[in-house]
């Protein structure tokens, strides 16, 4: 007995985990968590803030150390104007050593050394722009594929629906059968009409269960680990206006990001230019050379102390490179301009055509809502009428239809409002994980 319990608690716990049950929260934290295109974006925001510093655009000191030692073996042939100096060995050892520290500092480069770190902070701003927008996309992909499984359940409550009028045909028509009122042929076409709703069905749990695997991808979970159950409705924001979020394009972070490629490449022009002017550096030091050999005409030669300088350098001509390279970066600045123009001109497009659908489908909501309340109260009189004989199955059949369409069409204007509304907050940049 006591085994028994265990495995039905087992079972339990494992059907708990099957079917976790996932709200809209949920799933888009998931998705913020596991995205890889928001961890991307996040590496390149930790690399700009890395780089973001005067050390890489080259404004701070740099300090160098050297050594050198070498060891040689040498034979020595040396003649003097006195013959008694004269010095002829062999394998004579000697002993090269040279020591220093060296400091330098760029002084001038025709502000060079300002525009890089400008455009290393400008580097990082977009960057953090661009993980906004891709949180902003995430979420709006989630939302999506969310509420599209969440239609796909409407879709089948409907089914449902007809096949419970199916059924009870059905059943009406074998009663009438018993008492001889009915004809097989009734019989006959009502089963297949059963059939054909249950076929029905069976495809579209098999949308579900699709629509809810894509959904799992794109939350960046394994499907076949895991399974959700979702229990929501789709509630549609009717506030949003055309002018608001033509207004706050220029909030959105991919917007924002477009205009600071402008600004990055202005000063791309910048550093190009400054090639074009000399650069003053100073240095200052400590050297220490000693040389030592065991004969020859200097046993012993060493010098050592500080040193300080300053090193200026003009350029006259390489061959028109750095001119070339300023005018490529000019108009790299005018395709960055460009691309910024084209970009705002697709979201300001954007924004009309969704909200041409998004108004249009809340126009069309009301008259299908009564659609489907007429629909409905149709199949519940033809139902009664057929029970009562009469209305034939055909009357039935056709009242089902009617219902079935209107629910379609409903359903699938509730979605498309939804995913309008969506698309307009993500231009809008006001999508949130609420």
């Known amino acids: 007995m006591k ?43 930790e690399i700009s803030t890395v780089s973001n510093s005067y050390g890489f655009a080259g404004g701070l000191p ?99 629906r007809t096949i419970e009028v199916s059924k009870e045909k059905l059943q009406i028509l074998e009663v009438r059968k018993q008492v001889g009122v009915a004809n097989n042929a009734d019989i006959f076409q009502a089963q297949l009409d059963l059939n054909a709703n249950l076929q029905l069905k069976e495809s579209q749990y098999l949308t579900i269960d699709q629509a809810k695997t894509d959904l799992l991808h794109l939350i960046f979970l394994k499907p076949a680990d895991q399974k959700i ?27 924002i990001a477009a205009q600071q490629q402008v600004h990055i490449n202005e000063l791309i022009e910048k550093e190009t230019a400054a090639a074009r002017y000399p650069s003053l550096r100073a240095s200052t030091g400590y050297n220490l050379t000693s040389a030592k050999s065991a004969a020859g005409f200097s046993l012993l030669n060493q010098s050592y102390g500080p040193f300080v300088g300053i090193n200026l350098s003009v ?51 009301k008259m299908e809502s009564e659609n489907l309340k007429l629909s409905q109260q149709l199949l ?20 089902q239809q009617s219902f079935e369409n209107a629910s379609y069409r409903l359903i699938n204007l509730t979605y498309t409002a939804k995913i309008a509304e969506v698309e307009l907050k993500r231009l809008e940049n006001i999508l949130s994980v609420k």
């Open 62 to 160: 740099v300090v160098t150390g050297t050594a050198t030692d070498n060891e040689q073996v040498t034979s020595i042939n040396q003649k003097y104007a006195d013959p008694t100096r004269n010095t002829v060995k062999d394998n004579v050892g000697t002993n090269n050593l040279a020591v220093g520290v060296t400091g330098s500092i760029l002084l001038y480069n025709g502000l060079r050394v300002n525009a890089t770190k400008r455009r290393l902070e400008e580097l990082l701003q977009q960057n953090q722009q661009l993980l906004s927008a891709q949180i902003q996309n995430t979420i709006a992909g989630v939302l999506s594929k969310y509420y599209d499984v969440v239609r796909q359940q409407y879709l089948l409550r409907t089914i449902d």
């Open 380 to 399: 519940e009189l033809i139902s009664k009428k057929f029970e009562l004989g009469q209305a034939t199955i055909i009357d039935v059949k056709q009242a």
């Open 229 to 255: 159950t979702i229990e929501d409705t789709i509630i549609i924001d009717k506030s949003i206006s055309l002018d608001s979020v033509r207004n706050h394009l220029s909030t959105n972070p991919a917007v």
């Open 3 to 45: 085994k028994l319990l265990l495995f039905v608690c087992c079972i339990s716990a494992l059907n708990g985990f099957a079917q976790q049950k996932m709200s809209l929260t949920e799933v888009i934290n998931v998705a913020l968590k596991n995205s890889y295109d928001i961890q991307l974006a996040q590496n390149s925001i």
């Open 315 to 365: 350029p006259i001509y390489n061959g028109s490179i750095s001119k070339k390279q300023q005018q490529i970066a000019e108009i790299n600045t005018k395709s960055a301009r460009t691309n910024f123009d084209y970009l705002l001109l697709n979201y300001e497009t954007d924004a009309v055509r969704t909200y041409q659908a998004y108004s249009n489908s809340l126009s069309q909501l």
